[in-house]
């Protein structure tokens, strides 16, 4: 499908068997971690977020690549390794959720497409755009001047064909 972009991909990966969360907080400058509010410790980037689970886990948000996500992983680890702290590099990256999106370049009327499908939800007073809800937990955010913008699934394959349907839809209700 033409001009679809990916806007973030959420991945995983294991680099450690177990992680001692406050350490890691107390040796990282950069590191956030209140384990009353969430059970891992939060690391920024300009545009990314990564989160560190006691399980040794790496989840980052925000990169739109592969690369990215592999680039930021690195600069993790070599951080953790600074500090005296094991984890490793070489591991198996899992994409989690995928967030792409396209847009059509033609006004939609979202009044319309929520009215005339079951699947889509519009309250213009909580949120801008429709909400239209696929199987298998797919969801895509429509909004009148065009953009469409669907996650719920780590197989890019599966978001463009969902989002070709949701075109597809659009266009028939008019």
Do not use: Q
């Amino acid at each position: 499908m033409e001009d679809v972009i990916t806007e973030n991909i959420i991945v995983e990966a294991k680099i450690a068997n177990e992680f001692n969360l406050d350490m890691i907080a107390e040796k990282l400058v950069d590191a956030k971690y209140n384990p009353d509010n969430f059970p891992g410790v939060i690391i920024n980037f300009p545009g990314v977020s990564t989160i560190l689970t006691k399980e040794g886990k790496f989840i980052c948000t925000g990169t739109k690549t592969m690369d990215e996500a592999k680039e930021v992983l690195a600069k993790i680890v070599d951080m953790l390794r600074e500090k005296g702290i094991k984890a490793r590099k070489r591991t198996k990256i899992e994409v989690k959720n995928l967030i792409i999106s396209k847009d059509t370049r033609k006004w939609i009327d979202i009044k319309r497409l929520a009215f005339g499908l079951d699947n889509v939800d519009y309250n213009p007073d909580e949120f801008p755009g429709a909400i239209y809800r696929g199987k298998d937990g797919l969801i895509a955010l429509v909004f009148d001047n065009g953009k469409i913008v669907c996650t719920g699934s780590n197989d890019r394959g599966i978001l463009e064909k969902f989002l070709e349907e949701v075109v597809e839809r659009a266009r028939e209700v008019g």
